[in-house]
């Protein structure tokens, strides 16, 4: 996995959302829609829908949160 920017995560630093969408997609994630304001990806071992929005470049703590929570519930790792 793409190490620093999980770690990155993990710390709860602040991502841009250009390293969020390498780092989601690394983990198997694919965009499955784009409405006006959200990114939606799905995963193939993952239930939940994932949304993020692009906050002029950065994603939103509470949806970095929601990656990791995912990355530790579903054990993902970089495919």
């Known amino acids: 996995?793409?190490?620093p920017i999980f770690q990155?995560?993990?710390h709860?630093?602040?991502?841009?959302f250009n390293e969020v969408q390498r780092l989601i997609g690394q983990?198997?994630?694919r965009q499955?829609?784009?409405?006006?304001?959200?990114?939606i990806y799905?995963?193939?071992k993952v239930r939940e829908l994932l949304s993020l929005?692009?906050?002029?470049?950065k994603v939103k703590s509470w949806q970095l949160r929601q990656i990791l929570y995912l990355v530790q519930k579903y054990q993902l790792e970089e495919v």
């Open 12 to 16: 709860g630093q602040e991502l841009s």
């Open 1 to 3: 996995m793409s190490q």
């Open 27 to 29: 983990l198997g994630f």
């Open 53 to 57: 929005q692009n906050a002029d470049g």
């Open 32 to 39: 499955v829609s784009l409405s006006r304001l959200h990114f």
């Open 8 to 10: 990155q995560l993990q």
């Open 42 to 44: 799905a995963h193939d």
